[in-house]
């Protein structure tokens, strides 16, 4: 079992940052492919980046250029950077990790990015 707390989220302006967390319990953390979804009201949950355990990334062609995935296996700690945000980026954050098929979600961190 993986357990996975986002934090970071919150109330930014247009052309601002937020740099997201997700901390993760286990030992083999390394291991995961470790991502970010997003959600937005009305809307179903979609893909944002994602970073491999072989330390590859990728991005959604929204997100690509304003959004830098990284993670610190040390740490079991995935983050995520975020600049350039703009109002259509206002969604639930949700942290992933996948293995053998497996899934496990975060509980969610809210980003809004209003003037």
């Known amino acids: 079992q993986v357990q996975l707390v986002e934090s970071g989220g919150g109330l930014v302006q247009p052309g601002g940052s937020l740099r997201l967390s997700c901390a993760a319990s286990?030992?083999?953390?390394?291991?995961?492919?470790m991502g970010w979804y997003r959600q937005a009201p009305g809307k179903q949950r979609e893909f944002v980046a994602h970073?491999?355990?072989?330390?590859?990334?990728n991005y959604a062609d929204s997100v690509k250029g304003r959004f830098t995935i990284s993670r610190d296996n040390a740490k079991n700690t995935l983050l995520l950077q975020m600049n350039s945000l703009k109002p259509e980026d206002t969604a639930v954050y949700y942290c992933?990790?996948?293995?053998?098929?497996?899934?496990?979600w975060g509980q969610g961190t809210q980003v809004t990015v209003s003037s």
């Open positions: 992933n990790a996948q293995i053998s098929l497996v899934q496990y």
């Open positions: 286990g030992s083999i953390f390394s291991r995961y492919l």
């Open positions: 970073s491999t355990s072989g330390g590859s990334t």
